[in-house]
Nanobody, 123 residues
């Protein structure tokens, strides 16, 4: 079992920045990729970014490429999502998740999920 707790969400004006954190506990000795997803009201959960266990590979959704950066800090078992140049369409609940089997980009490939943190971007 892996427990994930997100933090760092909030209300920000368009063009602003936020940094989300996801702290993992439990089965943290295993190697796993980490991903961020988001879900806006009335929409399906969508992929945002993912990072491999080694940190050498990262993937981003086209909608956030160049604005968001995913990183991980092993000593703290924490993954971050730095979000810059935020837009109102980035408003959603953001979730982190673990992928024990690889480096996926669909929700089906992820095994454990956090409870989510709300990000609201005002225009």
């Amino acid at each position: 079992q892996v427990q994930l707790v997100e933090s760092g969400g909030g209300l920000v004006q368009a063009g602003g920045s936020l940094r989300l954190s996801c702290a993992a506990s439990g089965r943290t000795s295993s190697s796993y990729a980490m991903g961020w997803f988001r879900q806006a009201p009335g929409k399906e959960r969508e992929f945002v970014a993912a990072i491999s266990w080694s940190g050498s590979r990262t993937y981003y959704a086209d909608s956030v490429k160049g604005r968001f950066t995913i990183s991980r800090e092993y000593a703290k078992n924490t993954v971050y999502l730095q979000m810059n140049s935020l837009k109102p369409e980035d408003t959603a609940v953001y979730y982190c998740a673990t992928d024990l089997g690889g480096l996926g980009r669909s929700t089906d490939e992820y095994d454990y999920w956090g409870q989510g943190t709300q990000v609201t971007v005002s225009s």
